[in-house]
């Protein structure tokens, strides 16, 4: 029972996901009317999904290798520590309680 599962009820709170975060909001993210999950941290700073660095720390390089520096600093703002793969279920987690919060 230790496993936290995306769907569940201890899962409405970001923190639980990603402890500095502070809240989840949708964001225009262009002039074509994409809109984008912000999160907004404890810093006062937001990341978004479509960010950069964001794109950058989820893809793989060319040579199949990760974009370390990317995934670590990312993951130190969120308060995760782990791989890349954990990062994206993260955010992956966080968009879907976005989603669920938004219907």
Same mark, same amino acid.
């Given at each position: ?15 639980n996901?990603?402890?500095? =975060? /502070? +809240? %989840?909001?949708? #964001? ?8 984008? *999950?912000?999160?907004? &941290?404890?810093?006062?700073?937001s ?23 990317? =995934? /670590? +600093? %990312?993951?130190? #703002? ?8 954990? *990062?994206?279920?993260? &955010? ?12």
């Amino acid at each position: 029972m230790g496993s936290l599962h995306h769907g569940t009820i201890a899962a409405q709170d970001p923190r639980n996901l990603a402890p500095r =975060v /502070r +809240a %989840l909001r949708w #964001r225009s993210a262009s002039g074509r009317g994409l809109r984008d *999950l912000a999160i907004d &941290l404890e810093d006062g700073s937001s990341i978004g999904l479509l960010d950069a660095d964001v794109l950058a720390a989820c893809a793989y390089r060319d040579d199949g290798g990760e974009d370390t520096d990317n =995934v /670590r +600093a %990312l993951s130190e #703002r969120l308060g995760i520590r782990g791989s890349r793969d954990e *990062l994206c279920r993260t &955010l992956h987690g966080l968009l879907r309680l976005a989603a669920e919060q938004a219907s």
